[in-house]
C-alpha cells in the first residue's frame, strides 16, 4: 500500500491559512503519513481543494492532518464525484444527442437570420426612397414594419431556443470531460451560470470551450497514440465574433432611443444588416465548432469502450 509522508506541513498552506499555528508547526515537525486509500475518499469528500494533485494538501480543513490508519472525522460525501476506484466510464452521459439538437437549433437561428437580413434590405431600400423624396404609400410602410416585427419575434424565440440547447449541449460536455479527468478548471455548474453573470460570460464561456478543446484533444491522443489538431484558432474566431454581435446588438438598441429622423432609421437598419449577416456567420462557426468537438468526444467514447472494466476496489480497511 502506498504511504505519502511529510515532515511538514506543506508551504501553501502556511499562506493561506492561521500564519501563526503553522509557524510553530514549521519548527515543530510532525511525521504524517496517507494511505492510498485514504487519498481516494479525501477526491471524493466535499472539504477537498478543488483541483489540487499534492495529496498532503488536499484537505481544505485548517489545521487537520491525516494519519495512517485514521478514520476522517470531517468526512462527507460529495455525491457528484466518481471515486477513482470506480469504473469511471459507467457515469459518463451521452452527449451526441445534445450535439445534433444544438446544431438544428443554430441552424434555425441561421435561417431566420437570412430573412432579418433580406427584411432589413428591403426595409433600407424604402428608407432611401423616402429620403429622396420618393412616395410611399402608408399601407406599404405599415406592412413594412408589420414584417420586421413578425422577423424579429421568430429571430428571438429561435434564439433563445438555441441558446438553451447549446447551454445543455455544453454542460454536458463539461461534466463527461470533469469525470475524465477530475481536474477541471471550474465546476459544471459553471458551464450554464458562466453565460449569465455580468464580466464573467465574456471571458468564462472561452476558457471552459478552449479547456473542453484541449483536454479532449489530449485524452484522444494518448488513447489513439496519434496527433489530432486542437480548435484553438476556430474557438477564438467563434468568441471573437460572439463578442462583437453583443456590442452591435447593444449599440442598436442605443441609437434606437435618439430619434425618429429617416437618417436615424437608416443608421439603425444598416447596423441591424450588419448584425443579422455576422450572426449567419456565427452560426456557421459555431455548427463547426460543436460538430467537431462532438466528433472528437464520439472517438473518445469508441476508445474507451476498447479498453477492459477496471475491477471496482474496496475504500474501507
Known sequence: MKLYETKNPPTKIIAKTNYFYYVWKLYNPITFFMTDVQL????????????????????????????????????????????ETHNKLLYLKPNDKRAKYAIIAILVVSFFAIIN????????????????????????????????????????ISYIISGVFFILWFRRAYYNLDIRTDNCEYSEGWAAGCWFV?????????????ELDNDTTDLLEKAT?????????????????WIVITFLGNTVFKVFLRGETVNHYINITILELITSFLILVLGMVTIFMVKNYADKEAALVAEEQKMPEPQPENLTQ
Open 225 to 241: 497514440k496519434k496527433e489530432i489538431n486542437t480548435n484553438a484558432t476556430l474557438i477564438g474566431i467563434w468568441w471573437t465574433m
Open 117 to 156: 437580413v433580406l427584411s432589413s434590405y428591403m426595409q433600407y431600400r424604402l428608407l432611401i426612397d423616402l429620403k429622396n423624396g420618393v412616395y410611399v404609400s402608408d399601407e406599404l410602410l405599415t406592412s413594412n414594419d408589420s414584417r420586421e416585427q413578425i422577423t424579429s419575434i421568430f429571430y428571438l
Open 198 to 210: 455580468p464580466i464573467i460570460c465574456l471571458v468564462r464561456p472561452y476558457k471552459i470551450m478552449l
Open 40 to 83: 481516494a475518499q479525501c477526491k471524493t469528500c466535499l472539504n477537498r481543494k478543488k483541483g489540487t494533485l499534492d495529496p498532503l494538501d488536499i484537505c481544505n480543513i485548517r489545521g487537520f492532518q491525516p494519519k495512517d490508519d485514521e478514520a476522517c472525522p470531517y468526512f462527507e460525501q460529495d455525491k457528484q464525484v466518481v471515486p
